[in-house]
């Protein structure tokens, strides 16, 4: 099930969303040629969250809950967060602006990205990429446009078509996902200190919250006035 694009119109052009998308983009190109050099890993232990790093005060790596929004592990990682990003960033940008929603974007991402460094504050595991921040966008999409319906594409075994699905339908069950599994994923990070399976669920589920509660003090509804 992935959504396609919301029938909720704009009034501004996205600069933002497309920008970030383009950065994201670039970047990971910017990885993969790391990649097919062997220099990936001093990569990513300079620029993604190390949670053991954030712990060792006072010489913690605060910028990296920043640089690590915008790198991501492989293509499926990258386009199905820039996929979210596109549907659902666009209507958020343009109720709030552009400069609030780039700082609303990165706040919920850095936010994010310290929920999980609770979970498993020695690991040396890089943790990084968007979704702590698309996460908050959808927290905002949620409490703005519920009824909203997204055009969103299903695969039924062989066959494959589109529903139109209110977007509380569509988050709700991203959240639900990511509930179940950062429970799951409990006992994995006691006894490993690191995310469970590579994904990072509480990053996910801090970054939904965060986004809801912060959505309105960065302007969310002001604009309903005019």
Known sequence: MFPLYDENPTRISPYITYGLIGINVLVFLHEWRLFSTGQIDQFLQLYAVIPRQLTRFPNAEWVT??????????????????LYLWVFGNN?????GHFKYLIFYLTCGALAALC?????????????GASG???????????????????TLVFLFFFVTTIRLPA???????????????????????NMSVESGGVAYWAHIGGFVFGIILSPVF????????
């Open 92 to 96: 958020i940008e343009d109720r709030m």
């Open 116 to 128: 999980q460094w609770i979970i498993g504050v020695d690991s040396t595991i890089p943790s990084l």
């Open 133 to 151: 921040a698309i996460s908050g966008i959808l927290g905002a999409y949620l409490i703005r446009f519920p009824q909203t319906r997204v055009v």
């Open 219 to 226: 302007g969310l509804f002001k604009q309903d006035e005019y």
């Open 65 to 82: 809950l920043f640089t690590s929004q915008f790198l991501h592990g492989g293509w499926w990682h990258l386009g199905s967060n820039m």
């Open 168 to 190: 509380l339908v569509l988050i709700g069950l991203f959240v639900v996902n990511n509930v179940v599994s950062g429970l799951a994923s409990l006992q994995a990070a006691a």
